[in-house]
């Protein structure tokens, strides 16, 4: 158990350091981008270069928060929560990857919605799940919010070919069905779900769901937070 503790402890360590690095290389791309011609080649190849550098950040950022989660060293922090704004937040995250891939971004969300979540921890899901929609959709993603039997509903559709059915059927565990060869490690998942289940309010948790019946007739995205 010290042995396992020891190791877990090095890797926080390791993948913090990983992190800080990498948020200095961002910083520089976006100086360089700065630089380049909005139109071209070379601006297109250091977003796309940037996204890579995020995804992987965010993954980073992923496995630092489980392992606090797990050694009580985070909590979640609840907060009131202007659900529209929230939303626009995550969407101008992935507007400039959705145009240079020809995506068209929708919203449906009352601008009247409040909520109480954690917005750090339910961004970083969101715009996890966006950024995978955005390589897999055809043309078109839409992100809608609902509230539905006291619990907040925060959907993101795609027009694609959908979720494998082993993804679907258990999607908080897929990561223990790891597919290196489709690159779909299940890491992203299993943090939504993680973040969801730490959302609890008289007796009523959160949780997430697959579906390929979505709005847009492909995948289906779906946090739930009571």
Not at 52 to 76: A, F, G, P, V
Not at 133 to 142: A, F, N, V
Not at 160 to 184: A, C, L, R, W
Not at 200 to 209: C, D, E, Y
Request: contains cysteine; aromatic residues 6%.
């Amino acid at each position: 158990m010290a042995k396992q503790s020891l190791f877990e402890t090095v890797l926080a360590s390791t993948v913090h350091d990983m992190k800080n690095s990498l948020s200095l290389l961002m910083g520089e791309l976006d100086n360089l981008g700065q630089k380049l011609e909005t139109d071209s080649d070379n601006q297109q190849a250091v977003s796309s270069i940037r996204y890579e550098s995020s995804r992987i950040n965010q993954s980073l950022m992923q496995l630092l928060t489980l392992y606090k989660l797990e050694n009580n060293q985070l909590s979640i922090q609840i907060t009131e929560v202007e659900v529209a704004d929230f939303i626009e937040d995550c969407i101008a995250t992935h507007s400039l990857l959705a145009e240079n891939n020809g995506i068209q971004l929708e919203v449906d969300c009352d601008d009247s919605t409040i909520w109480f979540f954690d917005q750090d921890m339910v961004g970083i899901a969101i715009n996890n799940i966006l950024g995978n929609s955005i390589r897999y959709t055809k043309k078109k993603l839409l992100l809608s919010v609902k509230v539905v039997d006291s619990h907040l509903i925060i959907q993101i559709d795609d027009d694609g070919q959908g979720y494998p059915e082993s993804m679907i059927e258990d999607p908080e565990h897929f990561i223990k069905k790891v597919n290196y060869s489709t690159g779909s490690t299940g890491l992203g998942l299993f943090f939504s779900a993680t973040i969801a289940h730490n959302h609890q309010r008289s007796g009523r948790q959160g949780s997430i769901r697959l579906t390929n019946d979505g709005l847009l007739n492909g995948g289906s995205f779906q946090i739930s937070l009571p």
